[in-house]
Nanobody, 118 residues
Framework: QVQLVESGGGLVQAGGSLRLSCAAS????????MGWFRQAPGKERERVAY????????SYADSVKDRFTISRDNAKNTVYLQMNSLKPDDAAVYYC???????????WGKGTLVTVSS
């Protein structure tokens, strides 16, 4: 079992930056792939970024490429999402998820709200 707790959300002006963190419990964190997702009101959930267990491979949604960076610190059981050049369209609840791979993310956090003012 893995429990995930997101933090770092808040209100930011367009063009600003935020760093989200996702702290995981459990000794197997280092063996899991991790993803960041977001969901805005009335919209489908979207996978924003994914990082494999070692951090050697990452992938991003086209909408955030070159603006967002996913990283992880396995010693701290934490995954991060650095978000730069934020746009109003980035406003959403952001969730982190963990699992054996990108297609099997089975553990989810409760989310953190990001609001971007124009």
């Amino acid at each position: 079992q893995v429990q995930l707790v997101e933090s770092g959300g808040g209100l930011v002006q367009a063009g600003g930056s935020l760093r989200l963190s996702c702290a995981a419990s459990g000794r197997t964190f280092g063996s899991y792939g991790m993803g960041w997702f977001r969901q805005a009101p009335g919209k489908e959930r979207e996978r924003v970024a994914y990082i494999n267990w070692s951090g050697s491979s990452t992938s991003y949604a086209d909408s955030v490429k070159d603006r967002f960076t996913i990283s992880r610190d396995n010693a701290k059981n934490t995954v991060y999402l650095q978000m730069n050049s934020l746009k109003p369209d980035d406003a959403a609840v952001y969730y982190c998820a963990a699992g054996a791979g990108a297609a099997s993310l089975t553990y989810w956090g409760k989310g953190t709200l990001v609001t971007v003012s124009s």
